[in-house]
């Protein structure tokens, strides 16, 4: 059984030097008539759908571009807002710390020659935590259709490179790599 990532991520090849794909990737994040926004730190891109459309779910798609033998390697993963992930993050902190504390309680208890009643709450511990694993994939299902949008404006402004890149090598195609997911899917 394939268990789903929460944060899909990809990686894509392409036949240009880094220092293209992320002037490339920069006029995208520049243009003010395409509907993404972004920031561009070094060789590390943050694209996120424009406050207007943005909603609780909606994805931010992060890309890292680095050197690799054909020309340059752009790996993207994708992430709710970062104030959301941050939240989910504690919540998994805090089931787990609750369950070892919990567990630590029943030892004490059973060394006292009681019951270790308290053993009762780990699994409700991790019905909470599956239950937070659910939500982060219905909300993937739900920015499903923004997560294609920012996939799709990234690579088709990198394919764009290297249409107008054609004569250093012709007819090379973006190739994609072995990933977790090539494509965003819910």
């Known amino acids: 059984m394939h268990i789903p990532?929460?944060?899909?991520?990809?990686?894509i090849e392409f036949p240009i030097a880094p220092d293209q794909a992320i002037d490339r990737l920069s006029q995208l994040v520049d243009d003010a008539d395409?509907?993404?926004e972004g920031r561009i730190a070094g060789h590390h891109l943050m694209l996120v759908i424009p406050p207007a459309d943005r909603h609780f779910w909606s994805p931010w798609l992060n890309i890292e571009v680095s050197e690799h033998e054909v020309g340059s390697s752009v790996h993207g993963r994708f992430s709710p807002n970062p104030s959301v992930w941050t939240g989910i993050m504690l919540s998994y902190i805090a089931m787990t710390t609750l369950s070892f504390f919990a567990s630590m309680f029943a030892v004490a208890q059973w060394m006292m020659d009681k019951p270790p009643t308290v053993l009762k709450l780990i699994p409700i511990f991790l019905a909470?935590?599956?239950l937070i694993y659910w939500s982060s994939l219905i909300g993937q299902r739900i920015a499903n259709a923004q997560m294609h949008e920012l996939y799709d404006a990234s690579t088709n402004a990198l394919k764009d490179s290297?249409?107008?890149n054609s004569t250093s090598q012709p007819n090379r195609e973006p190739t994609?790599?072995?990933s977790s997911t090539e494509e965003?899917?819910?």
Not at 5 to 11: A, I, Q, S, V
């Open 176 to 178: 994609p790599c072995v």
């Open 5 to 11: 990532p929460m944060r899909p991520t990809f990686t």
């Open 162 to 164: 290297i249409d107008t």
């Open 184 to 186: 965003p899917t819910p």
């Open 34 to 36: 395409y509907p993404i």
């Open 128 to 130: 909470i935590a599956a």
